[in-house]
């Protein structure tokens, strides 16, 4: 009945809880009561009408088309109960009208039926979304294709069980699928939700609509959050045909205008309209469909070839650097580079261009995992020789220390390996692999190799020790065990010496780490601890004499530390007077610490010399003649020497006076007068403050 008809799709249209928007169904409504003189709030009296009518189940060619008489009463039923609500229509002045039942009467038959699906009166309507019923997913399907269009996040998509499809068919085909279901319903006429069951406890699957070429079904599916109702995967793979069958089919005016057709019925619209024979199908495409997409491989092919250049052309300052440097793989490197930007455009052209072809499932399939392969495996040498020219830009703007640039360079290539398994796990999940088995494989795998591999485990957490501590750096001279050298590489696995032999000792890490390391590059001054030997003939005076001068000689000397210093007589050797020197040297060069040790030395013999002693000799001496007795002047004057101090109190023992110390202190010239570096080893101010 076209009144009932009007009515419902006023209502629909405008929502149940719109009560502004009322009066075009309100005036479909006639009362009895009216003609008696009662007032009716015509607005209110239809809200509850359809509130009531919403929860019934019926076909709108059931009711009756050419009533006889002016008034005819229609049974309505509710889907999955026994209750039925009888609504009588009205013929007056040559138009037919509702006429419901009063208000209270209305009321009870709503109750009766919230009763009937064990509903409670303030029970909150259940969203069309979590698709209950066959009526909640065409509720969102098309209130979902009307609101959000192809967005990705349309919940029309939800409606649709793509469970046998993969992530990046399904991404490409929901939107079209959609769309083809979109416009056949438009063909078919206009969907009346009351027309649909809204039964949430029926598991039969709704047929709405049936033609030769397939059907649009909708059916139960189990889901982790129970029951929902989806267009089965059937009428997805049957719903381009129907859409070709039905094609021709007229759509109705109101729908026309406010649908907003998708790119591609679009386009096979302009096709339709300007070359109709392209339409005809050649395997699983129509004409038109496989002329579009060899013209996007080309273009996709020549782009890419553009783009590559462009990029170039700007970066090519850099990439220039690198062949001035003699990089043997450069060239090598640029034409991975090239090709992988060609990959990359291209797949995105295909993607693009592809997704508004409407191409079937066998073809996307196809289509779309090789635009996305493309594209992926594209950007990573992309990613990767990015990473490298940005660490090396790094590494040469700031000027980094060695080890530095080594920790930098490992990091740079776990991030590296990090996109290599972040792109293989991506396309995995775009072309619906198993990869999920595969890793809890490698989980119980890489246990096993972990166990295999520890000695290369143990390597690498002590390389990342060595570079977190910083023990040692690259270029320190150092003492590992019993061997030093030159530390040359600090790897994650190995470490790199060379020795003094100028050979190149590599250690693991793990063994390295574990050694006792005497960095020697890291020291401040370089001590000095040797031990003179006087011949027994010396006497006390001679020895007191010796360590006298030099104590002074030390003192005085610029590149001897004022604390510590010991020069003592320590005692009675096998063949010897022993008289120990301690004392540290104020460099930290080896080299210029060799030099002041020679030069203390000489000193050291000038003094033993001039107290008339000598230097005993661990042999055993056979005399054959008269030995050549001390010098007896220079021991008289040594003598003579320690009685003056001994009188005047002014003997050494055990140490000098602090006055006699300051006046002493960096009087000796150092280097010694007539040394040719004399001028350019003068003590600096703060050595000199050092030793004062």
Known sequence: MATMRSFLRAIDQIGAGSMDQFGTAASLIVSTRESRGERINRPDYAHLLFRVIDRLTFRLWELPNSPQGDRVIATLAQAGTQETFELAFQ???GAWFIDPPPVPELEKTLERLRTARDEAEDTVTPSPQELRTPRDTFKTFLLG??????????????????????????????????????????????????????DPDSRIPYVHFQHPEGDIVVAPVETENGVIWQFTPDTLASIRAVYAAVDDLPMPPDIETVMQPDVFFQMRGFVRATLPSLLNRAGPLEQWQWVAAFAALIAG?????????????????KTANIEEEGYPQADFIREIVKWSIRAVVLGITMLVVLYNL???????TVAASTAWSLVV??????????IAAAVDSYGRNRRLPAHQITLLSFLSGLVRMGIIVFAVLVLAELLGLPYQGVIAGLGIGGLAIALAAQPTLQNFLAGFTLFADRPLEVGDFCRFGDMIGTIEHIGMRSTRIRSPDRTVITVPNSDFANMKLENFSKRDRIHLNTTLQLRYETTPDQLRFVLAELRKLMIAHPKVAADPLRVRFIGFGAHSLDIEIYTYLLTSDYGESRAIQEDLFLRIMTVVEGAGAQFAFPSAVHYQAQDVAPDAERVHQAEQAISAWRKENHLPFPDYAWQEKAELSNSLDYPPEGSAVAEEMQPLPFEKAQKS
Do not use: K
């Open 91 to 93: 013929y007056i002045d």
């Open 377 to 386: 495996f594209g950007c990573v040498p992309i990613a990767w020789q990015g």
């Open 358 to 364: 409407g191409l079937p499932d066998v073809v996307a």
């Open 145 to 198: 294709m009307q609101n959000f269009g192809s967005e990705p996040d349309n919940p029309a998509f939800a409606t649709l069980d793509t469970s046998g499809m993969t992530e990046v068919v399904r991404r490409q085909e929901a939107p079209l699928l959609a769309g083809y279901i979109l416009q056949v319903l438009h063909r078919i006429g206009y969907v009346y939700w009351q027309e649909i069951p809204d």
């Open 301 to 317: 092919s020549g782009l890419g070839i553009w783009v590559s250049r462009i990029v170039f052309r700007i970066f090519g300052q």
